[in-house]
């Protein structure tokens, strides 16, 4: 489990993270997002150990970076696809960043299957494109066979079938109980893959839970062919907005809206609740005009 508590972060008078508090759990894939200049980033150098907190902490399972006796075997991490020799073949990097890290250096081959990079393992890295980076940054990062992944924009560069291929592979970490902690300004990409999200917005948090219960609207969706349906929902105290054919209604249930039109004998043709989308949810916490950014 990851554990951030009272995390906080000034560089000089700016405060990049203000007393941040959030849990990732194992078994779940949690989508860390935030408008430009949030304080992901930051977190995420934290929680790794590559900048010191001002105050609090950002542990795994009790355990700051530092303090993990084999940290390549408990967290991989991926944070940008870069810091690779360019005359070196992935496979080399691999290998040498496995012997660097007391792994056998077979462990390579195992990573770049996973990845689905053997094919690619004897080209020089120079010669990848932003999408094989990516995956060879993945690949690096799972070398020890962590418990834990912590990834930052790890669908960057990747193509459709790369971002599905991505998705189905998070989606797998997860269901063997590990915990994955990943990084994205593709909302409708996190949508589709994580199970969890934490929302921050100038280094506060906004809002942490469950997708499912982040996502569900309280507006529902009705259609009649009946004029008499706005009036007849606003005489039963409802608020209603007109969208087209459709009428939206605020702050009530399918069930509230279906029994006020059998009651005054209004034909529907259609009812149904709305969900918001994430990025709608996104953005109405942030009051951000772009969807995220590290």
């Given at each position: 489990?990851?554990e951030?508590?009272?995390?906080?972060?000034?560089?000089?008078?700016?405060t990049?993270?203000?007393?941040?508090?959030?849990?990732?759990?194992?078994?779940?894939?949690?989508?860390f997002l935030?408008?430009?200049?949030?304080?992901?980033?930051?977190?995420?150098?934290?929680?790794?150990?590559?900048?010191?907190?001002?105050?609090?902490?950002?542990?795994?399972?009790?355990?700051?970076?530092?303090?993990?006796?084999?940290?390549?075997?408990?967290?991989?991490?991926?944070?940008?696809?870069?810091?690779?020799?360019?005359?070196r073949?992935?496979?080399?990097?691999?290998?040498?960043?496995?012997?660097?890290?007391?792994?056998?250096?077979?462990?390579?081959?195992?990573?770049?299957?996973?990845?689905?990079?053997?094919?690619?393992?004897?080209?020089?890295?120079?010669?990848?494109?932003?999408?094989?980076?990516?995956?060879?940054a993945?690949?690096?990062?799972l070398?020890?066979?962590?418990?834990?992944?912590?990834?930052?924009?790890?669908?960057?560069?990747?193509?459709?079938?790369?971002?599905?291929?991505?998705?189905?592979?998070?989606?797998?970490?997860?269901?063997?109980?590990r915990t994955?902690?990943?990084?994205?300004?593709?909302?409708?990409?996190?949508?589709?893959?994580?199970?969890?999200?934490?929302?921050?917005?100038?280094?506060?948090?906004?809002?942490?839970?469950?997708?499912?219960?982040?996502?569900?609207?309280a507006?529902?969706?009705?259609?009649s062919?009946?004029?008499?349906?706005?009036?007849?929902?606003?005489?039963?105290?409802?608020?209603?907005?007109?969208?087209?054919?459709d009428?939206?209604?605020?702050?009530?249930?399918?069930?509230?809206?279906?029994?006020?039109a059998?009651?005054?004998?209004?034909?529907?043709?259609?009812?149904?609740?709305?969900?918001?989308?994430?990025?709608?949810v996104?953005?109405?916490?942030t009051?951000?005009?772009?969807?995220?950014?590290?």
């Open positions: 489990m990851i951030v508590a009272g995390l906080t972060k000034h560089f000089g008078p700016v990049a993270v203000d007393d941040l508090t959030f849990t990732v759990a194992p078994g779940r894939v949690t989508g935030g408008p430009n200049g949030a304080g992901k980033t930051t977190t995420l150098r934290c929680l790794l150990g590559l900048v010191s907190p001002t105050r609090g902490s950002a542990t795994f399972d009790g355990r700051a970076y530092a303090q993990l006796p084999d940290p390549t075997r408990t967290v991989g991490a991926a944070l940008e696809a870069s810091g690779f020799h360019p005359g073949t992935g496979r080399n990097h691999l290998r040498t960043l496995a012997v660097a890290a007391g792994l056998p250096a077979d462990q390579a081959e195992a990573a770049l299957a996973q990845v689905g990079m053997l094919d690619a393992a004897d080209r020089r890295v120079a010669g990848y494109s932003l999408g094989m980076r990516q995956r060879l993945l690949a690096a990062a070398l020890g066979d962590p418990q834990v992944l912590v990834l930052d924009e790890p669908a960057n560069g990747l193509d459709p079938e790369g971002i599905a291929w991505l998705r189905g592979f998070l989606r797998h970490v997860a269901g063997t109980g994955v902690l990943l990084s994205s300004h593709v909302l409708a990409e996190v949508a589709q893959t994580v199970d969890d999200v934490v929302i921050i917005d100038r280094g506060r948090l906004v809002r942490a839970g469950p997708l499912t219960e982040l996502t569900q609207g507006a529902v969706v009705v259609r062919p009946d004029p008499r349906l706005p009036d007849v929902l606003r005489a039963g105290g409802l608020e209603v907005t007109p969208e087209g054919e009428v939206v209604v605020h702050g009530a249930d399918p069930a509230q809206v279906g029994r006020l059998f009651e005054h004998s209004v034909e529907l043709h259609g009812l149904h609740r709305r969900r918001d989308d994430l990025e709608q996104f953005l109405r916490l009051g951000d005009d772009a969807a995220g950014a590290p």
